[in-house]
Every structure is written in C-alpha cells, then in structure tokens.
C-alpha cells in the first residue's frame, strides 16, 4: 500500500483509518447519525466517480492513480 504524504493524510474519527484527501471518495467514506459515526471500509457502491483532485491555492493536480501534474 501506498504510504500518504502527511499533508494528504485525514484520520476518520469514527473507524481510526487514514484516509487520503487526494481521494474524492473520503466524501462518501461516513457520516455522523445521531451520536454515532457511520464508516464504509471499502470503496465498494458508495465510492465518487472521480478523475483526480486539486488542493485549493496549490498548482498541483493529483490524478485519481495519485499521480501529481503540475499545472504552471
């Protein structure tokens, strides 16, 4: 597995997993319902279609395979 550059890293705090914010799918990885936290482990049926994602402010576009391309 490919190791997160600490800047990519978001730690779920209902299953503990790290996720990486380059991965649109985080979007559709849980959500609160009541006073719990509700967690999909795998990117099965409730994964985005996605091509890849830019950090606001950053020149860089991450590939959905987290390939980097810089953009100036």
């Given at each position: 597995?490919?190791?997160?550059?600490?800047?990519?890293?978001?730690?779920?705090?209902?299953?503990?997993?790290?996720?990486?914010?380059?991965?649109?799918?985080?979007?559709?990885?849980g959500?609160?319902?009541?006073d719990?936290?509700i967690?999909?482990?795998?990117?099965?049926?409730?994964?985005i279609?996605?091509?890849?994602?830019?950090?606001?402010?950053e020149?860089?576009?991450?590939?959905?395979?987290?390939?980097?391309?810089?953009?100036?």
């Open positions: 597995m490919e190791k997160i550059p600490k800047e990519h890293q978001l730690i779920c705090p209902g299953c503990g997993q790290v996720l990486d914010m380059r991965d649109i799918s985080v979007l559709s990885h959500w609160i319902e009541g719990s936290i967690c999909y482990l795998d990117e099965g049926e409730h994964s279609p996605y091509s890849g994602s830019q950090k606001i402010g020149p860089i576009f991450w590939t959905k395979d987290k390939k980097p391309i810089n953009l100036n």
